[in-house]
Each structure stands twice: as structure tokens, then as C-alpha cells.
């Protein structure tokens, strides 16, 4: 088994801070799956591993693993 890499992101399409639309889901299908695949790691998406009931329940476990910053390349200019 591949160790897991855990994604938390928005999903669906949202508002940037310019107003225009960004599609998260495209960019997790084209841009981080592919490479976090490339890397050998196995992609743990909160959104996709729902089996009924709110995100946010099934994401605490996931929460407490070790983990390596993120970065946050959406985000506005400070």
C-alpha cells in the first residue's frame, strides 16, 4: 500500500478573489493527482471519501497524521 497524501481543498466551482470562477475539481483531476500520483503517494481527497453525512466529520483522523505544510497557490496577494 502506497503511503496516503491528504488533500484538503475546496471543491466545485468557487468565486477567486477576483470574482472570476475556479474549477477546484479540474484542478485537482489535472494539476495535484497527477503528481502527487508521480510521487508515489496515494491521494486521500476528504470530499471523495465521504460515505454519507458531512465532510468535515470524516475529516478529524485524517487531521491528526503527520503531515508537511501546504501551501495555498488561489490565495490573494497579501
Known amino acids: ?15 477567486a478573489h477576483d470574482g472570476r470562477m475556479v474549477d477546484f475539481d ?6 495535484i493527482k497527477p503528481a502527487i500520483d508521480a510521487a508515489g503517494l496515494e491521494p ?3 470530499d471523495q471519501e ?4 458531512l465532510i ?3 475529516m478529524p ?4 497524521w503527520p503531515c508537511w505544510p501546504a501551501t495555498r ?6
Open 56 to 58: 468535515h466529520k470524516a
Open 26 to 31: 479540474a484542478i485537482y483531476t489535472n494539476l
Open 1 to 15: 500500500m502506497k503511503p496516503l497524501c491528504f488533500v484538503l481543498m475546496p471543491f466545485g466551482r468557487k468565486p
Open 44 to 46: 486521500l481527497r476528504a
Open 61 to 64: 483522523p485524517c487531521l491528526s
Open 73 to 78: 497557490p488561489l490565495a490573494p496577494p497579501p
Open 50 to 53: 465521504m460515505t454519507g453525512g
